[in-house]
């Protein structure tokens, strides 16, 4: 009897396991899908998901840290909104850069944003309502964890290799398992 509750235990912490691993492994991959594939140029329900690329946001935001990003009116930034944009110019041209809105002109007709990184000594160049992606809304901490875990080569291993190499064993042993039942109830 008692086997037979330790075996069930057992059935539910795996089965419970491979849940969550597949959830995680779905959430990174989506992670990965926003960012590689579509390079942020979509949205999905006007949010963007960003990983951190540099450390001119330091304390708010370290390197590796993952960010949703959501849209919003032009009109409604406020100084002080971490503002997300593609920069246009010198070294930030092509860059998806996130620093913090300092000021703002209003010329009648466009919205432009002066930023700034937290570390940074210098604004940022103007930013055109154009090259705005969003502000940050919100830093998982959880997928911010994983990302720096996959950015670390020791990391991804046991966070990716070893679970995965986990799962197959133990689908090796329900093979193995089944195989030997079959055998043994035809020697029957």
Do not use: C
């Not at 937290?118 to 901490?141: F, L, R």
């Amino acid at each position: 009897m008692k086997e037979m509750m330790n075996n069930k235990f057992i059935k539910i912490f795996l089965t419970i396991f491979r849940v969550l691993f597949w959830i995680v492994v779905i959430m990174i991959l989506g992670v990965i899908i926003m960012q590689k594939v579509f390079d942020n140029k979509i949205a999905f329900k006007n949010i963007r998901i960003f990983t951190v690329a540099t450390g001119s946001m330091l304390p708010e935001y370290k390197i590796g840290d993952v960010i949703i990003v959501g849209q919003k009116d032009y009109d409604k930034i406020e100084v002080g909104d971490d503002l997300v944009y593609e920069g246009k110019v010198a070294s930030y041209k092509d860059k998806i850069i996130t620093h913090r809105v300092i000021s703002i002109n209003y010329n009648g007709k466009n919205y432009d944003y002066t930023t700034q990184g937290i570390n940074n000594p210098e604004p940022d160049p103007i930013v055109n309502q154009s090259q705005v992606y969003g502000v940050v809304k919100y830093k998982p901490i959880t997928l911010s964890i994983i990302s720096h875990i996959l950015l670390n080569s020791f990391g991804f291993y046991f966070l990716v290799f070893v679970p995965i190499a986990f799962l197959v064993f133990l689908e090796i042993l329900d093979f193995i398992k089944s195989k030997e039942e079959k055998i043994n109830n035809e020697g029957v």
